[in-house]
């Protein structure tokens, strides 16, 4: 495509007084400025001539797509869509929660619980829900949460971790490497660290005592991790599912799947109105549901001295 665009601008230059039409000259220096950038050879920046607003992004290590992303809130019990956010492909998920968090409290949605995937394990969401104390339902991410929680223990109330062999940290400082990122190094008893009979699987070099690098959440998001492992929190996680499903209806059914138009204005567009049209598919079906409840019960209500049974056949 680079050749091909490079051949077609000298062709042009060769062929067409460009001085006489500026607006194709002016299309010319934007298409040599893209094709110089680097960022355009490594796929990290504008792609397209024509959209200039779409992006790489990454499904996974080797899944990529050019594009945009959409993301929007739903109720998961009625799935009705709430708040819907487009950004380029290379969004990181999670940026505008705040943003689509606050237009459903705006909506008159009463939210009392939050799920998320993986991507929206960070501190800055988790602060959000518990300022207004709601429960967040969201599984916690290994790259901003990293302890072995089968060797280390957290207690909140003093600060400590304790290892599986009984020993416990006793200093805790802030450390600062070079990147400027910051982490907090928690260290261990010397002693019992130094008589220990896995000193040798645990201990790398010449240091007596464990020490333990974290990063500056991993106390909070300890109580975070403990609590996704149990019972209640997995059975309430299955929720999350109808949000899979309301995406697959709307690429699937409605052509979300892939833009229709250029640019962003014209994406997010077209993500709303989908939004628009699921909704009102599901509100039919909630009304229609409805209906058939109340028809039901004046059924049940007539019938119940008479033939309850059949009715209750019937209804099922």
């Known amino acids: 495509m680079k050749s091909y665009l490079e051949q077609l601008i000298e062709s042009v ?64 019990e009625e799935r009705i869509i709430t708040a819907v956010g487009v950004q380029n492909g290379a969004y990181v998920d999670g940026t505008e929660f705040e943003k689509l968090y606050q237009q459903t409290k705006a909506s008159g949605v009463e939210i009392t619980e939050a799920y998320g995937d993986k991507a929206y394990f960070r501190k800055s969401i988790l602060d959000i829900l518990k300022e207004d104390e709601v429960q967040a339902i969201i599984p916690v991410s290994e790259t901003a949460y990293r302890v072995d929680e089968s060797r280390f223990k957290y207690n909140k109330d003093s600060d400590q971790w304790f290892c599986e062999h009984g020993n416990y940290t006793w200093t805790q400082r802030k450390i600062t490497v070079k990147d400027g990122r910051q982490f907090l190094e928690y260290k261990f008893e010397k002693e019992i660290c130094r008589d220990c009979p896995n000193r040798k699987e645990c201990i790398n070099g010449s240091s007596i005592a464990k020490r333990l690098i974290l990063g500056l959440n991993a106390p909070e998001f300890y109580e975070y991790s403990q609590r996704a492992k149990t019972p209640e ?26 833009a229709r138009g250029y640019g962003l204005k014209s994406m997010a567009t077209q993500a709303k109105l989908t939004a628009l049209a699921v909704n009102l598919k599901r509100i039919a079906s909630l009304v229609s549901s409805l209906n058939n409840i109340i028809n039901c019960y004046f059924i049940n209500s007539y019938r119940m001295i008479i033939t309850y049974s059949n009715c209750k056949k019937s209804a099922a």
Not at 24 to 52: C, H, M, W, Y
């Open 233 to 258: 929190f997995l059975e309430k996680y299955k929720k999350r599912a109808s949000h899979e499903w309301k995406n697959g209806e709307m690429k699937r059914f409605h052509g979300l799947g892939r």
């Open 13 to 76: 230059e060769n062929t067409v007084d460009t001085s006489v039409m500026p607006q194709t000259k002016q299309s010319i220096q934007k298409a040599k400025e893209v094709l110089n950038d680097p960022k355009f050879i490594l796929q990290k920046g504008v792609r397209s001539l024509v959209d200039e607003d779409a992006r790489v992004g990454y499904k996974s290590k080797t899944d990529s797509f050019f594009g945009y992303k959409v993301e929007y809130v739903m109720i998961p």
